[in-house]
């Protein structure tokens, strides 16, 4: 399945199905792309004639679902000053409850109790958490390596060259992804718009996938640093085109 059919079978579990235009509307695909998926899903049998989701379809929901989550919440807050004096910025209050306990109750309300936060700036105040995570972590210096380490230090320090690469690669616009631009035809000539169809023919996505991967390897490794990092690039990053 790819990420087209994901997105449009997605979107039928979440809203229904009513017709091709409104799912095109919805998820921003042509027309045409949206008819050659939901011929597709049909065949895979993740959908029924009737576009109707099938036992299999809600297995791979299942399966996709995410177990886990990480809060990074070891920043100063420098532009929530002078908000931020006394307290982190997690901590600070909107509607009367602490931002951090709104995120954690938003996991929990989607089925995620496996937490970690990875906390450094005023930590002794998170420690209160305790209870409503199953494991509060804290942001390290990675030069003092826990004993229970499983990756050398030659492995991760390899690994994070390696990512470094890929950074600065998609940052000079070295990594890109490719398009392709083309009119789309509806049901006759006058139903037609321009269509720009992206390809990531340079595994732009198996990179990111392999940071993530590797990020949350760091944090069951007690590698906050690294951890941070990755994931404060994967923030901020943006992926350029060939055009």
Not at 45 to 69: G, I, R, V
Not at 204 to 229: H, L, P, T, V, W
């Amino acid at each position: 399945m790819n990420i087209q059919e994901y997105d449009i079978m997605n979107e039928i579990a979440e809203s229904g199905y009513e017709n091709q235009r409104i799912l095109t509307e919805k998820t921003g695909y042509s027309l045409g792309k949206v008819n050659q998926s939901l011929n597709e899903l049909i065949q895979k049998e993740y959908l029924t004639k009737e576009y109707q989701l099938t036992e299999k379809a809600e297995a791979e929901f299942e399966k996709k679902a995410p177990k886990n989550a990480i809060i990074l919440a070891a920043g100063y807050g420098i532009r929530m000053m002078p908000m931020n004096r006394e307290v982190p910025k997690g901590l600070i209050e909107v509607n009367g409850e602490p931002l951090i306990e709104r995120l954690i109750r938003q996991l929990h309300e989607a089925g995620i109790f496996q937490i970690d936060i990875i906390v450094g700036f005023m930590k002794e105040q998170y420690e209160y958490l305790q209870h409503l995570i199953t494991e509060c972590t804290e942001k390290e210096n990675t030069a003092d390596i826990s004993p229970q380490s499983l990756m050398s230090k030659a492995f991760v320090d390899e690994k994070m060259l390696q990512i470094e690469e890929w950074k600065q690669q998609i940052e000079d616009g070295k990594l890109y992804l490719d398009t392709e631009e083309y009119e789309d035809y509806g049901e006759d000539y006058w139903d037609r718009e321009w269509i720009i169809e992206y390809y990531d023919n340079q595994q732009i996505g198996d990179k990111i996938m392999f940071m993530i991967r590797f990020a949350n390897d760091c944090i069951n490794d007690r590698r906050y640093q690294e951890a941070n990092s990755i994931y404060e690039w994967l923030w901020e990053m943006e992926v350029g085109t060939d055009y």
